[in-house]
């Protein structure tokens, strides 16, 4: 499970996690909002790694994790939540996500995390 | 205060005076009654006695007749002297009053007549003749009569069998041996002197004793008869003296009916037209069937208890009246100490409330929940069916107010109504006058006024009786106004509006202390918000130029270019660059906002062509553009140029621009510009997700955004936006229905307007 789903709205933050997680030897795929995550899930669902933000147009995070915990067929993921919200924390724990990440990231965090929920 | 007079009972002072009425009338009615009763028993009596007296009196001359005939039926021979000494023996004139005389009456057959005249004029009666002379079987002379008055002597010789009514009495006397009275003669005696009625009573003497019982043997042997003529009204006179029975009147009629003809006796000149009672009786007088009639005099009336009667009802009236007048004065007084003591009472709880709604504002910050305690308390209070306060914020049009809360009406039964206008009915209550207090408001000359409605609108319950007063701050700023309504007219009184005055100051300090820390609250929560949104935002590219740099870190680390192509280098760098511009737009945003909320932008003004400016700002907005799916279309053929700040126009266009690519949900969107006299008008248009109307009053205030937070940005582009061309002196404005975009058009004037100051304060 080293495929990668980065839902995130900052084109800038999507491309820079793009490259890091490519030259660490992930497969990523992007996502805008949460409905194109939903979109690209329905199209695929094998099991990956979601790094989910919070705040986007569209569908957030929160919503998404919804669609996601009441659809089967879009597949068991593993979600880790990101955030600059100071409340990530709680926020987290109310999603029922697998981790969290607070904004502004850091490499070495990352890293750790997504390398504890991959296989 | 129809609480003390409930309107099914009558008043005592009523009842009072209808039992006392009663009263009168039952004692006026027994008095009449009793005096009538009496009256009749009196008349009754009066008549009995007249009429006993009468009738004893005849059986007295009756009886001194008979006594004559024992006399004459005892003398063999019979002279004058004789005959008056008896008369004189009986006391005539002391014993029998009113008689006029009594005499003897001989038979004498036709061969007797000239012996018995001879006889007669030897006995002291020289002129002795029988009269009238003509032949007859049987002559009746009179031949003695005492006493022997000049009246009487005119009467001896005298045949009275010669007259029909003598006859008729004497022939009944012979035939059946008893006394008999005549019918009506005049006296052969009424010689001088005024003429009276007369009658006379005869009395049998035969020539057997005892006296023959046969028809035959009484007319046979009749030697003549003892008599009486009698003056009716000396005879009556006699009976009664003068002033006997002054209160009645009678008449005597010498037969079985009361004919004028047969009239004897009247005791009064004419009787009078008029009288309480009267009554006929029938007596019988030796055999004669007489006819007495009665009538009162005005002396009976006099004498009658019955004029007692309107005097026990006047006075019954009148005592009726006074303990009316009594009772309802005492009524009054009752009535007067009930209504000082629930004036006093009242007042003793409108103090409570006040300070009882004091306490509750006081302890209340919700200023929904304290204006609805107002509310209710004084609707209650005052009665008022329904309640409300109407905030004094006025719609766009400016023409009506705000309901605020609403009491003793359910929201929904007037939420499909218009909202009170700016009418002069209300109007005063919104300036902060005084309390308006309408008994009946639709009688007064300013109601209906108003088009489209006059009066109230249709489908609004009814309202008749009106109180306002206004709420106004301690700053003198007029809150709003507390509106009272009654379906019924009169219902709010003075010390209602007084009432509603006092909870409206107690209302508009705790709306003050209310809306202060409803103010503090909300500029606490805005500055948490802005710090949240401030803080994502500021994140968002330090995020993603950290990212840029730790890989680059790393990768130098691991290896250098052998893990890196040079052109992902590159695109790196960009990156990261693009993202210290951004965070220098996100501080030089932050920089505006402040300087405009401390008042200090300053216009650097130079001619522009907005045209030629929007095209730049699109193209400089290119790549932000290309990330959406939505395409610009710019509309505008001539140039519009303006003496503005470039920087700051630029910065408007930007914005409005910015916003209409985020929200456009990918549609085309149209920029336009169109050059007018004055000034010239700059149009975005969208056909994005559009802004929920209840957003759009507030959608230029600093921390606003219409869209939920996932939307980037400060949330204050709009405001920027506003403040930018209200300094230029000119105005923007948004349409918009949710679903079908948002329509921004600003209107910017060519030059500054020379009244306006430039530096917004």
């Known amino acids: ?119 | 205060m129809e609480e003390n007079l409930p309107a099914n009972r009558l008043p005592p002072s009523w009842v009072v005076f209808a039992v006392s009425v009663l009263f009168t009338s039952i004692a006026t009615f027994y008095v009449w009654s009793t005096a009538s009763d009496r009256d009749k028993r009196r008349f009754d009596e009066l008549t009995f006695k007249t009429r006993v007296a009468i009738e004893s009196r005849m059986e007295t001359y009756v009886a001194l007749l008979r006594s004559t005939r024992g006399f004459l039926a005892s003398q063999e021979v019979l002279t004058q002297d004789d005959f008056r000494i008896f008369i004189s023996r009986s006391e005539l004139q002391r014993r029998f009053p009113g008689i006029q005389g009594v005499g003897f009456s001989r038979r004498i057959l036709p061969a007797q007549k000239d012996e018995v005249t001879v006889f007669r004029q030897q006995d002291h009666c020289p002129s002795f003749k029988i009269w009238p002379e003509h032949e007859r079987e049987e002559y009746h002379a009179i031949m003695y009569l005492e006493p022997m008055d000049e009246r009487n002597q005119a009467a001896i010789g005298y045949d009275m069998f010669t007259n029909p009514v003598r006859r008729e009495a004497m022939a009944r006397a012979r035939d059946t041996g008893q006394p008999a009275a005549s019918g009506k003669v005049t006296l052969v005696q009424e010689i001088v002197g005024k003429v009276q009625a007369g009658f006379l009573i005869y009395v049998p003497v035969y020539d057997a004793d005892p006296p023959p019982t046969a028809l035959e043997d009484r007319r046979r042997l009749l030697r003549g008869f003892a008599y009486s003529p009698f003056r009716a009204d000396d005879l009556l006179n006699g009976i009664f003296e003068e002033g006997t029975y002054p209160e009645l009147a009678f008449g005597i009629y010498a037969g079985s009916s009361r004919s004028e003809p047969d009239l004897l006796h009247q005791s009064t000149g004419s009787f009078p037209t008029r009288s309480r009672f009267s009554a006929s009786k029938a007596i019988e007088v030796a055999g004669m069937p007489w006819t007495l009639y009665f009538v009162t005099l005005p002396k009976f009336d006099e004498e009658s208890n019955l004029y007692q009667a309107p005097t026990v009802a006047i006075a019954g009236l009148i005592v009726s009246l006074i303990l009316f007048l009594l009772a309802r004065s005492q009524e009054r007084a009752v009535r007067e100490r009930a209504r000082l003591f629930e004036s006093e009472k009242r007042a003793r709880e409108e103090a409570e409330t006040l300070n009882r709604i004091g306490r509750i504002l006081s302890a209340e910050l919700d200023l929904q929940k304290l204006v609805q305690e107002v509310t209710d308390a004084v609707a209650k209070l005052t009665g008022a069916e329904f309640g409300a306060f109407f905030h004094n914020a006025k719609d766009p049009s400016g023409n009506s107010y705000r309901l605020f809360t609403l009491s003793g009406v359910d929201r929904k039964a007037i939420e499909h109504l218009p909202m009170p206008r700016v009418t002069e009915i209300f109007a005063p209550t919104f300036r902060g006058e005084g309390p308006v207090r309408f008994d009946d408001v639709t009688k007064d000359p300013r109601y209906g006024k108003n088009s489209p409605h006059r009066g109230l609108p249709q489908g609004h319950f009814p309202v008749r009786s009106y109180l306002a007063v206004p709420v106004v701050s301690r700053s003198g700023e007029v809150i709003g106004g507390l509106l009272f309504g009654h379906s019924q007219p009169g219902r709010f009184q003075e010390n209602h509006a007084r009432l509603a005055s006092g909870a409206a100051s107690q209302a508009a300090i705790a709306i003050d202390n209310a809306r202060l820390f409803e103010e503090t609250r909300r500029a606490i929560r805005f500055r948490d918000e802005f710090l949240s949104i401030a803080s994502h935002e500021l994140k968002t590219p330090l995020t993603s130029m950290r990212l840029q740099l730790d890989t680059l870190l790393r990768a130098a680390k691991k290896g250098g270019g052998d893990m890196l192509r040079p052109e992902t280098i590159l695109r790196m760098i960009e990156s990261g660059s693009r993202q210290g511009q951004r965070l220098t737009r996100l501080v030089n945003e932050l920089l505006d906002l402040s300087r405009i909320t401390a008042g200090r932008l300053q216009l650097e003004r130079e001619p522009i062509d907005l045209l030629a400016l929007v095209h730049e700002v699109v193209e400089r907005m290119k790549p932000e553009i290309a990330q959406s799916a939505s395409t610009i279309r710019v509309h505008g053929k001539t140039a519009a140029v303006g003496n503005w700040d470039r920087m700051r126009i630029e910065q408007v266009a930007t914005n409005l621009i910015s916003n209409a690519v985020r929200y456009g949900d990918g549609k085309p969107i149209d920029v336009t510009v169109e050059p007018g006299v004055d000034g010239h008008r700059l149009v975005i248009r969208d056909q994005g997700i559009g802004i929920p109307s209840e957003f759009l009053g507030r959608l230029f205030q600093p921390f606003e955004r219409a869209a939920p937070r996932d939307y980037g940005g400060l949330g204050m582009g709009l405001y920027i936006v506003r403040q930018i061309v209200e300094a230029h002196g000119g105005s923007v404005r948004v349409e918009s229905e949710p679903g079908s975009g948002a329509t921004f058009t600003v209107m910017l004037p060519k030059e500054p307007i020379r009244e306006k100051k430039e530096s917004l304060s």
Do not use: W
């Open chain 1, 1 to 119: 499970m080293n495929e990668i789903l980065i839902v995130e709205d900052d084109v800038a933050i999507q491309e820079g996690l793009k490259e890091l997680l490519e030259l660490e030897g992930y497969a990523v795929r992007l996502a805008r909002n949460g409905r194109e995550a939903i979109q690209a899930l329905r199209a695929d669902p094998t099991p990956r790694v979601i790094l989910l933000d919070l705040m986007m147009p569209v569908m957030n995070g929160t919503d998404f994790c919804r669609e996601l915990n009441q659809d089967p067929s879009l597949g068991r993921h593993r979600v880790i939540l990101m955030s600059a919200d100071s409340h990530i924390e709680e926020h987290a724990k109310a999603l029922q996500t697998h981790g969290y990440l607070k904004k502004p990231l850091e490499l070495d965090h990352v890293l750790e995390t997504l390398a504890r929920h991959s296989c």
